[in-house]
């Protein structure tokens, strides 16, 4: 977040402070472009030298809650990540960023209906690949 604060305000043509969508869009824009060179970037270090994640939790729940989360958790991250790389985007910044069709199409430079389609597709794909992953971890396979 640092460097896109720091890039956001070095930029020489900044949205207007009345187009409050417009800037919200530009700013994840900005977001956007630093995590993908941050992927390229990693695709070409060692991945022993990769920074281990963080864990997000901070109580300590029962063992067997904890462990269940972890794994759903896990199940939703990997369906997420099997997604095509143009449906991963559209399907995080509508469902994680809350951002509305028209301010992730500014984002993705594309047409809205675009957007609509890509996380149609999106929801779609990751639904099956999550109802794959119940049926497996059930020990049903049809």
Known sequence: MQEACKRALAAPNKPSPLTAGRTRAWLFRIVRNIWLNEIRRRSRRPESELPEEASLESAAPAP??????????YEVRQA??????????????????????????????????T???????ARSRLRLSLRRSLRASQGTSR
Do not use: T
């Open 64 to 73: 067997d809650a904890l462990l269940a989360r972890k794994l759903l958790q």
């Open 80 to 113: 997420i990540d099997s997604l095509p790389e143009s449906f991963r985007e559209v399907l995080v910044l509508r469902e994680l960023e809350d951002l509305s069709y028209d301010q992730i199409a500014e984002i993705l430079d594309c047409p809205a209906g």
């Open 115 to 121: 957007v609509m389609s890509r996380l149609a597709r």
